[in-house]
């Protein structure tokens, strides 16, 4: 039986999850963007916010964000290592404040992925070849997931976020996810 946990990934199981509700069709994936400390690459600390276990002693913006509780169910580095932290079949906490169509929590029904990045830089093709390897895995497991429920949390948190960023490139994204079909 499927458990939400792919293989092929690096797990580091999230204490910031829950259940979805009861009877939720996952239909939504949500693309991010995180670096920590901010617009630095390559360190572990994104893993440990995710843990709770960031070092707010490190950097000045930690303190900033320590009492924050976050998710997210995948997380994909500048070198194309694919992390997962919470299973698919749980809710894991990416979205925040969020809607969707007209669908408030986009959390209960989505999937978030992570990348390793800023609204400043461009993405490594390597990224852009491991998110899209992982969309074609999750649409086969979540077919409702299409290509026009596949967004950036910029569009689900209007004025409050803007990741992926400008320098996402979604064109390249889903000619990679086409690809390989």
Known sequence: MYDGWLTGTIPYPSPNFDARPSGTVV???VIHNISLPPNCF?????????LNDLPVAAHPFYKTIADLKVSSHFFI??????????STEERAWHA???SFEGREACNDFSIGIE??????CEFTLTQYQ???????RLKVLYPKIT???IVGHSDIASGRKTDPGPYFDWLLYHQLTEDLL
């Open 27 to 29: 239909d939504l994936l």
């Open 130 to 136: 491991q998110l899209a390897k992982l969309t074609r």
């Open 42 to 50: 390559g360190g572990r600390d994104v893993l440990r916010f995710f």
């Open 96 to 98: 925040g404040i969020s």
């Open 147 to 149: 290509k026009d429920r």
């Open 77 to 86: 580095n500048r070198q194309g290592e694919v992390w997962q932290l919470v």
């Open 115 to 120: 990348l390793e990045g800023s609204d400043f």
